[in-house]
């Protein structure tokens, strides 16, 4: 069983950058790829970006490509997301989630840990 807990969320402005972590806790960290979602308010959770168990291979949306950029330290069981060029738009409750896939995936029902998740808001 692995716990996963985010934090590093906040109140930027439009164009700031923030970095988002998850610590995870319980079972083999680098038995999972890892991946960060978001939920906007009154929208279904989509995905931002996967990092395989090895932190080799990482995957991004369209919306978040170039600017957002996923990482794992496998030694302190911390996964990241480093968040530039922020917009109003990139507002959400994010969460971090472990995957019983090797690499990661799109899909939201391929991962079997989540986290409570963490606020960012973006001010224009």
């Known amino acids: 069983q692995v716990q996963l807990v985010e934090s590093g969320g906040g109140l930027v402005q439009a164009g700031d950058s923030l970095t988002l972590s998850c610590l995870a806790s319980?079972?083999?960290?680098?038995?999972?790829?890892l991946g960060w979602f978001r939920q906007p308010p009154g929208k279904e959770r989509e995905f931002d970006a996967a990092i395989s168990r090895s932190g080799t291979s990482t995957y991004y949306s369209d919306s978040v490509n170039g600017r957002f950029t996923i990482s794992r330290n496998n030694a302190e069981n911390t996964l990241y997301l480093q968040m530039d060029s922020l917009r109003p738009d990139d507002t959400a409750v994010y969460y971090c989630a472990a995957s019983r896939t090797a690499s990661g995936s799109y899909s939201s029902s391929l991962y079997d840990y989540w986290g409570q998740g963490t606020q960012v808001t973006v001010s224009s």
């Open positions: 319980g079972g083999t960290f680098t038995k999972h790829a």
